[in-house]
């Protein structure tokens, strides 16, 4: 029996440990990214540890409520496992990231109350498990995880993000090979060592996406815009271009340390308020772009305005223009017509300024008489 469970999971626990490290040490990931690799990391480790306890009490008529609850909780993260990379992937939309965690809960529910009725699986004296009525229930939200996690493929390759259209697309074939082989043949640890792998995988991809990424606001560098352009033109998109105000004067006054500052506060202004299909740039400097692929000219007008009204709650400014790119146009001119609007916005504001200071002066000028 030792011997079983050491070869079955001794390179699963390995290689989970080792993530585990590899993700808790890396200090590129943002906060959001590292804490979906870290659950998806923990839920496998739950799987392995309740395979362990299953395995080697099943069939012993030992220790029954034990397996009971081990076997709950197999159930109940099983399912789920999927979801920290649908959420990675970052292109489902808010309703339906609710609506997974929604059936998420309702799995857990279930497994957990069929340790009591036996409604999702039944444990007989001898420790041996079967289906219970209500079994279907976390078969039937297991591939609807799938499904979506198969959407996300699909929606990256409209995109143009073709490379991680197919790395998605292979994740989600091999996690439904493993669900399937669990299902029907119930082979021990496949699951939890697929869990492992495709975390495995997939953070191998982000760690080599990050030499694509600007090392001070994350944003995608230079090099990707115009890799990105090539794998996009194809579509309709919107280009918007988007210049920090100020930036030499905040330099020499205050310091590149407070130009750095600002730099990354207008950077993390774009990412709190940009829709998951928007790539964000950084060109150079205090110089930044946006893809907006599949937009129309209300929703590009909606976001910079949200951008512009989050950078200035962090006490600072931006210049934005934004022109639309249609498959056949030449983009140098769409991003030059991009970048006049956002100069024009620049000059605006500045004169706005202008009159504000002039304003103020007459102002305190008239106080002092």
């Known amino acids: 029996m030792a011997k079983e469970l050491i070869q079955m999971s001794y390179l699963i626990i390995v290689a989970d440990i080792t993530l585990f490290l590899f993700i808790y040490f890396n200090s590129t990931l943002n906060y959001v990214r590292k804490s979906a690799f870290l659950i998806a990391n923990v839920i496998a480790s739950i799987m392995i540890v309740c395979n362990f306890v299953t395995y080697a009490f099943a069939g012993t008529g030992k220790h029954i409520w034990l397996i009971k609850l081990f076997t709950a909780l197999s159930y109940s993260v099983s399912g789920p496992v999927i979801i920290p990379f649908i959420f990675l992937s970052g292109v489902i939309s808010k309703r339906v990231r609710v609506i997974i965690q929604a059936a998420a809960a309702l799995n857990v529910v279930l497994s957990i109350v069929s340790i009591f009725n036996s409604c999702v699986f039944r444990i007989d004296n001898n420790g041996e498990t079967s289906l219970g009525p209500l079994a279907p229930i976390p078969f039937m939200l297991s591939a609807m995880y799938v499904a979506v996690l198969f959407a996300s493929s699909v929606i990256k390759f409209r995109l143009g993000l073709r490379r991680e259209s197919a790395f998605i697309m292979f994740l989600t074939i091999d996690i439904a ?27 191998m991809f982000f760690a080599m996406q990050m030499l694509t990424r600007d090392a001070l606001t994350n944003a995608l560098n230079r090099h990707s815009f115009y890799k990105d352009i090539q794998d996009m033109k194809k579509r309709q998109m919107f280009v918007i271009s988007m210049d920090l105000n100020g930036l030499k004067q905040i330099n020499d006054n205050l310091g590149h340390d407070e130009g750095d500052k600002a730099i990354l506060s207008v950077a993390d202004a774009a990412f709190a308020q940009l829709p ?54 030449d983009f140098d001119a769409v991003m030059k017509k991009a970048d006049a609007e956002m100069y024009d916005d620049k000059a605006r504001m500045k004169s706005v300024d202008a009159v504000m200071n002039t304003h103020e002066a007459f102002i305190n000028k008239e106080k002092v008489h």
């Open 177 to 203: 090979g493993a669900v399937m082989l669990n299902t029907v043949y119930h082979y021990k640890f496949l699951i939890s060592g697929m869990a492992v792998l495709s975390s495995i995988f997939y953070y």
């Open 276 to 329: 998951p299909k928007c790539k964000f740039y950084r060109i150079g400097g205090d110089e930044f772009a946006i893809l907006y692929p599949g937009a129309n000219e209300e929703e590009v007008r909606e976001l910079k305005a949200y951008i512009k009204h989050d950078v200035s709650e962090r006490n600072y400014s931006v210049a934005m223009g934004s022109s639309e790119y249609r498959k056949g146009m």
